[in-house]
């Protein structure tokens, strides 16, 4: 499964939400709550293998399911780099 | 407290007749809230009306008895409550009306019988009444200014029916049971049925502060009383003076309610308002006060440290009552049956566990401290808006979203950036002048619950907008006031009056035959804590500002710089996984849920998956299986109308006349 796949499959397991688009903005269309947000980011870490650094949590990474399937790929090309 | 019941029907009927086509529906009515009131249990049929009273007895033990009649006028009535200046109105009517009792009940019959509805004004209480007059053939109903006792109507093929409780529509085969799936979805969005509504069709819930007219068919409501927040009635004034009127009315809201002929105990969470109550109730019994009060297992919930340090303070006769997540859910089908709503919290159910403990040492009545958070704005929800607006004056700042991690402690670790910060309490920073502004946050927090729903039903709910139905009802001039005077009078109507007072207080208590008395909630200091500044309640982020500082005098320190303390009890695992109760099993299974055809069984499946498999539940994922879990039971509960018990129904004493 690609990092897009999985991602999304997470968040319709984890925040009971069907369908959505892939550049809705989690937060601010409600997809995931605050607390949520760090379920998703702890699960990022744990299937992708890396940590989240403090200044890498901003919305142009973590907002979407296109934005944070961006910063993923970016990250692995940096470790494999 | 008590229940009352009654419907209205037509025809000058005779005698005999009135009591075998009225009597049977009115008997199994009374004995439906046989709980509220387990020391009588008495019914009148008059020409017009049927009026029930189940009785528990706390004034004038002997004389008290409803339905009570005036022998003049014929003006008759069933009451639940209490008049606190039953006394000092007694005195003031006694010229003018011959009473025979010593009872509150009688002193309410008179104001009706010559104040007419002007009576309302002068009544100090909290209180739930029906009044007939066979002169005009008129019904009053009428509720307290806070809503502290509940009252429901219908309207029936006879004209009206009312009752303290739904259950008792539906035992008297008034209304037929069935869920009102817009409330339901209110429920989910905003934690209880926007005014006027309950969770059930056709049965609507009298608005607090409200007097509804019934007479020759037509049924028209008027709020007596509102809450008036406007900045103009603000008094500047010194601090210190506030700070003395505050001490001395919240000194005699609880001297007023401590009158009884039966012996008054009280709640102590260890918080500052229920700390602050006892001590004043102390000062004013003596010894001997007796105090009761809940602990969690789970130490995170728990506040039993600073229970101890009070009861140690005030020398207090104090009893604790423990539970743990397993309990929570075990008492959760009987907090559904009583409080007739889906929970979005299991909060309730733990009070049923602390009104049983009461009951059990022959305790009727408790002071308890609901209120002083909306009035003296204790809530977080305060603090939020302060930031909110502060940042809404200049929102490119990235700065002032910040301060927001203050109030939200997890905030301080991750999400760690501001401007995830912004994304999450972002959303409405550039209407700073909506009505809901204060509340916006928190129910799209709960709009999300309607994910669970069935797609089906979820489709037919789409036009709904809990949110507009709320803000519609609201009066005009709440738009013209200060944000955070528009967030207590939201505050007041929505989770107070529709959610702590009514599933969580009198429905707790009442189970129980257990009697709540709300000295924050006397409308002499809401009305003098409306005239406050702002700042002598929210102080920069200090909450309750003029309270602590009433309290400071009358409980440790210790005690009385406390930040709130929310009360909270967990569920999650008494619901799923391993330790899940056999009702919550069976209800949360697939095929219940696809039975039911509320939830939607995979959306409840992964709920249910996720929360087995983690130790720590999100505060959203916890809340959300006890709504699915609570309206399994409701729609389960209220399937069919439960008659009682056929020996309750013959414990009620019927009369005609």
């Known amino acids: 499964m690609g990092i897009a796949e999985q991602v999304r499959s997470f968040i319709r397991e984890s925040f009971f939400v069907e369908d959505f688009e892939e ?34 949590l901003v919305p142009a990474n973590f907002d979407s399911l296109a934005s944070l399937t961006a910063y993923v790929e970016q990250k692995r090309k940096r470790q494999t780099a | 407290m008590c229940g009352i019941a009654g419907f209205t029907f037509e025809s000058a009927a005779a005698a005999d007749e009135r009591r075998t086509r009225f009597g049977p529906s009115l008997a199994r009515m009374t004995a439906a809230l046989r709980h509220r009131g387990p020391d009588a249990q008495r019914g009148l049929l008059l020409d017009g009306v049927a009026l029930g009273h189940a009785r528990l007895a706390i004034v004038d033990l002997a004389g008290g008895a409803q339905p009570m009649r005036d022998p003049e006028t014929g003006m008759t009535v069933v009451f639940n409550g209490e008049i606190f200046n039953h ?188 700390s602050l109550l006892c001590a004043m109730a102390r000062s004013e019994v003596g010894g001997g006060l007796r105090t009761y009060s809940l602990t969690f297992a789970d ?81 977080d929800l305060y603090k939020e808006t302060a930031v909110r607006q502060f940042w809404a004056r200049s929102p490119g700042s990235r700065l002032r979203p ?83 005077a528009r967030a207590q009078y939201l505050e007041m109507q929505t989770f107070l009056a529709g959610y702590l007072l009514c599933a969580q207080g009198d429905r707790m208590l009442l189970a129980n035959g257990v009697e709540g008395r709300f000295p924050f909630l006397d409308h002499r200091l809401i009305e003098r804590a409306a005239r406050l500044p702002d700042r002598l309640k929210l102080a920069g982020l200090c909450e309750k500002k003029l309270l602590r500082r009433v309290a400071q005098r009358w409980i440790p320190q210790a005690v009385a710089a406390r930040q709130k303390f929310p009360y909270r009890a967990p569920a999650a695992a008494g619901l799923v996984g391993a330790g899940a109760a056999a009702w919550a099993r069976e209800l949360l ?34 809340s959300a299986v006890v709504a699915v879990a609570t309206g399994q039971l409701l729609a389960q509960q209220f399937a069919t109308a439960a008659c009682p018990p056929e020996a309750a129904v013959e414990a009620v004493a019927l009369e005609v006349a």
């Open chain 2, 402 to 484: 910040a301060l927001l991690a203050r109030l939200y402690p997890w905030l301080a670790g991750a999400p760690r950036s501001a401007a995830l910060l912004a994304d999450i309490f972002g959303p409405g920073i550039d209407s700073p002048t909506d009505l809901g502004f204060s509340h916006r946050i928190r129910w799209r927090a709960g709009a999300r619950q309607l994910r669970l729903l069935a797609p089906e039903l979820a489709a037919s709910l789409a036009h709904e907008d809990p949110a507009e139905a709320l803000l519609a009802t609201l009066p005009p001039q709440v738009s013209g006031w200060r944000p955070l």
């Open chain 2, 299 to 379: 130490r995170s919930y728990d506040e039993r440290d600073a229970q101890g340090t009070m009861v140690g303070a005030l020398g207090t006769r104090h009893r604790q009552s423990g539970v743990d997540q397993r309990a929570v859910a075990e008492l959760l089908p009987r907090a559904v049956w009583h409080s007739e709503q889906l929970l979005v919290r299991a909060a309730p159910a733990p009070l049923l566990h602390l009104s049983g403990a009461v009951q059990a040492e022959g305790i009727k009545v408790v002071l308890t401290g609901e209120g002083a958070d909306e009035v003296f704005w204790g809530y």
């Open chain 1, 23 to 56: 550049g809705a903005s989690f937060l601010r269309t409600g997809i995931i709550d605050s607390m949520g947000m760090l379920q998703l980011v702890a699960f990022v870490e744990d299937t992708f293998g890396f940590d989240v650094a403090d200044e890498d």
């Open chain 2, 87 to 274: 006394r000092e109105l007694r005195e003031e009517l006694a010229g003018r009306y011959r009473f025979r009792t010593r009872s509150d009940t009688e002193v309410l019959l008179a104001s009706l019988v010559l104040r007419g509805e002007a009576a309302l004004h002068t009544l100090n209480g909290q209180f739930a009444f029906a009044a007939w007059d066979p002169r005009t053939r008129a019904l009053l109903l009428a509720r307290d200014r806070a809503g502290i006792c509940p009252l429901y109507f219908a309207r029936t093929a006879g004209g009206l029916a009312f009752a303290s409780e739904a259950k008792a529509l539906f035992a008297g085969g008034q209304v037929a049971p069935a869920l009102d799936f817009t409330a339901l979805a209110q429920t989910l969005e905003l934690w209880s049925p926007v005014e006027g509504r309950s969770a059930f069709a056709g049965v609507e819930a009298l608005p607090p502060r409200t007097l509804a007219r019934f007479q020759d068919g037509e049924l028209t409501l008027r709020r007596y009383w509102d809450l008036d927040l406007s900045d103009a009635r603000v008094e500047p004034g010194s601090a210190a003076h506030a700070e003395a009127e505050v001490e001395a009315l919240l000194g005699d809201a609880v001297r007023l309610r401590l009158r009884a002929d039966v012996p008054v105990a009280a709640y102590l969470s260890g918080g500052l308002d229920s």
């Open chain 2, 589 to 622: 299974s697939p095929e219940e849920i696809r039975r039911t055809g509320i939830f939607d069984p995979v959306q409840v499946q992964r709920l249910v998956k996720k929360l087995a498999e983690s130790d720590c539940p999100t505060e959203s994922d916890g």
